[in-house]
């Protein structure tokens, strides 16, 4: 018998339409993550958004959650959107795809205000250091050096997506590479958990214009140079803990809805709470073209901003009209005050 989830429902009901993306393209490895990822989470479709801009990658909401509200938005506009959303509806669970362009790019003004105000949504970069949709023109994340299919070398410094958002405030950050399932599926499960901006920026080749020798985002380089930060466990809180631990060899840390992540580190001991570690570990690591991947940072109990704003509990989107519109007693009221 096909295995069931919390709500009862079979996988195959947390997928979406067809893929056009290219075959072997990152991205679809990327939705099949969030399909796995909603499923073992046991999370209601029809209570999440989808959210994008355009390009490859934003097309990839098609393909995972069909029963899920959806906002395809223009280039680099979805965080306006999202903000938009959430605050008619902060029941919502948000999910933004993105791409280094979307992002980085024509979207970058919008993405800081966004990691700036930590809404709470999943925003993920499916990150292949170009433009795929337009042919395979350099993106702001490509790497200084790195060149074209027609052999052009990029001529200006990367801007890291993750140092950004930790730096603006975001309270969860995550880099992760398409190829790497487990590491993936984990980031996703917790960033689920977390109430805040969860980013994850995923390397995700391009197999048409960016999986080339002198690509720094091809498979072969991510795979050789990704240096994960620790293995990373993920458990629910519908789940009884049982993992077996040394004891003082794994960092545990607690999130919004009761659930756990456990860092056992892989190489240098690593801790995702501190901010200027995560900065340090960014810029010399970059220096040495390593990538690390995992939890770069998590600030589980910063508030996020529905909160911030003391929104009424019901949504606004659904809250009857008379207590949206003041009574003409207070208005009345208001406008002697103004004489
Ligand atoms: C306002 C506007 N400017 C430019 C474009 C052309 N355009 C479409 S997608 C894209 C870049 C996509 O790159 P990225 O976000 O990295 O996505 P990928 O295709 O690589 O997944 C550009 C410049 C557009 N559609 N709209
Ligand atoms: S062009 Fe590149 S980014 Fe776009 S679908 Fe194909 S492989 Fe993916
Ligand atoms: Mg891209």
Redesign the pocket.
Known sequence: METTNRLGLVMASYRGGKSTLCAGCG?NAISERVIEACFEMGIDATHVIKLS??????KSPAYFLSGSHGFNS???RMPSVATGALLANHRLQAIGI??????G??GIGQFVHLMRRNLPMIYIV?D?G?????KGQF?PTADLGSTLKSGVVNDLAPIDLCAMAIELGASFVARSFSGDKRQLLQLLKAGLAHRGTVLIDVFSP?VTFNDHRGSTRSYEYVRDHEEPLHELNFVPFFEDITVEQEPGAVREVDLHDGSKVFLKSVAADYDPTDKLAAMRLLTDTARRGEYPTGLLYVEPDKVDFCTQLNLVDEPLATLPLERVRPPKSALDEIMESLR
């Open positions: 991205h801009g355009i390009g490859c990658s934003s223009v280039h680099g993105s791409g280094d362009g979307d992002t790019a024509i499916e292949n170009c433009y795929g949709l337009t993106s391009c």
